[in-house]
Nanobody, 120 residues
């Protein structure tokens, strides 16, 4: 089991930056990939970014060049640095851990989510 707790969400003006963090505990060396999803009201949950234990990253087209996913060397903190935020980035952001199998990321464990609101 892996426990995940997000922090760092908040209200920011368009063009601003936020850094989300996710504290991981438990069997943190079991997953081979980690990621962030988001869900805006009335919309489907969207995969934002993933990082493998080898350090390979992938991003949704909508955030490429603006968001950066990272994991610390101890493996117990996952981060999402968000810059040049837009109102359409407003969503509940979820940290997760899982595996990449045949090129597809599948999350097994989820945090409770942290709200990001971007004002115009």
């Amino acid at each position: 089991q892996v426990q995940l707790v997000e922090s760092g969400g908040g209200l920011v003006q368009a063009g601003g930056s936020l850094r989300l963090s996710c504290a991981a505990s438990g069997n943190i060396f079991s997953p081979n990939a980690w990621g962030w999803y988001r869900q805006a009201p009335g919309k489907q949950r969207e995969l934002v970014a993933t990082i493998s234990t080898g350090g390979s990253t992938n991003y949704a087209d909508s955030v490429t060049g603006r968001f950066t996913i990272s994991r610390n060397s101890a493996g117990n903190t996952l981060s999402l640095q968000m810059t040049n935020l837009k109102p359409e980035d407003t969503a509940l952001y979820y940290c997760n851990a899982g595996e990449i199998y045949r090129g597809t990321y599948g999350p097994f464990y989820w945090g409770q989510g942290t709200q990001v609101t971007v004002s115009v």
